[in-house]
């Protein structure tokens, strides 16, 4: 009987081990603390990410664009993350499992995720497609752009109808698997980040059928002009984790205008000191203010103590201003500035 209880509470430590760390609040220093002062009133809208601060399975969270006034959106006993504001600001897209822990590394796995909706005011909370990752809005805000694997396809979110618009596996190489898939504003290309039989970052010309690669590293995605995109690199400072950077690329008609043989000159984002693991980069649909976080020691996205940040497009690195506190994990922001 002994053995049996000793067996049943492994398992159960093994299990809460294989989630987030809760965490606690950390202490920012005088001049991360001066710089958010500095920020409070100064932009307008809101910002959401997923965090583990209170449920080790991650729910979504909502602050106001300067840090302020930071409250949980959504609640539930399942794993809540890659959220998305609708164009107009007024509701939340997000990726949810189906049942309980599942770590992000399983976003291949289409059949254990589901895509929800939820209010910017926390209302009006329902699923939207079933056995889907990676959502994102269209420009209009009436149809949305997902993964399945190695496809991807467009929902129209008042029919439910959908289409497909790339198979990774018949295009590019049999298991391909496609993460977070992107259409350009314009909706001539498409961005992803390919892993599974293929390890790489490109657009996909939707008329000519013809993928353009942009290089390595991952999370690639639109500026909205269309003629421009912005990815993580495996370069850069990394501080006391590995490098990574963020690179912006012109592009000509979808394709890269000229291949990076000078980091230097593509580098958009790379913090210095040891908090400079840099992941998740996004900007608000103008193109002018960024979200990222940023780690000092590890790599899984949904474990580590990754940090929120924001910083405005065209000022100095340095101006970047640290929004989240907390040893908990943070990742995969999005912002909405109100204009």
């Known amino acids: ?16 081990a294989q989630e987030a760390p809760i965490g606690s609040p950390a202490k920012m220093s005088r001049k991360e603390a001066k710089a958010l002062e500095a920020l409070k009133g100064t932009i307008k809208g809101k910002i959401v990410w997923s965090t583990s601060r209170v449920n080790s399975r991650h729910d979504i ?19 809540d993350w890659f959220p998305r504001i609708s164009p107009d600001g007024k509701r939340v897209l997000f990726s949810r499992s189906k049942s309980g822990w599942v770590p992000e590394t399983d976003a291949k796995f289409y059949d254990k995720w589901d895509l929800w909706i939820i209010g910017i005011d926390g209302e009006d909370e329902k699923k939207v497609v079933e056995n889907a990752c990676w959502g994102t809005w269209r420009p209009d805000g009436k149809s949305i752009v997902f993964a399945r694997g190695g496809k991807v396809f467009l929902h129209n979110m008042e029919s ?38 293929s390890r790489e970052t490109g657009i996909w010309h939707l008329e000519k059928k013809e993928w353009y690669k942009t290089g390595g590293g991952c999370q690639i995605d ?16 990394g501080g006391t984790a590995a490098p990574s950077e963020v690179l912006a690329q012109k592009l000509n008609d979808g394709r890269p205008v000229e291949k990076i043989t000078r980091i230097k000159n593509f580098r958009l984002m790379d913090l210095p000191g040891r908090r400079s693991h840099e992941y998740f980069p996004r900007f608000d649909k103008n193109g002018e203010w960024m979200v990222w976080c940023a780690t000092d020691k590890g790599h899984d996205h949904d474990i580590y103590d990754y940090e929120v940040y924001i910083w405005k497009r065209g000022t100095k690195v340095k101006e970047a201003v640290r929004l989240t506190f907390h040893t908990a994990n943070d990742r995969w922001p999005d912002i909405y500035i109100e204009k």
Request: proline share 4%; net charge negative; with cysteine.
């Open 1 to 16: 009987m002994k053995k049996a209880l000793m067996t049943i509470l492994g398992c159960i430590v093994l299990l809460s």
């Open 61 to 79: 969270w909502i602050m106001n664009a300067d840090g302020t006034d930071k409250k949980a959106l959504t609640k539930s006993d399942n794993v």
């Open 160 to 197: 439910g109808e959908e289409t497909l618009l790339f198979d990774g596996e018949t295009s590019i190489k049999e298991g391909t698997i496609v993460q977070q898939p992107g259409l350009s504003p314009d909706g001539k290309y498409l961005a992803a980040t390919l892993r599974g039989s």
């Open 222 to 237: 639109w500026f909205p002009t269309s003629d421009e995109i912005y990815r993580m690199n495996p370069t850069g400072n």
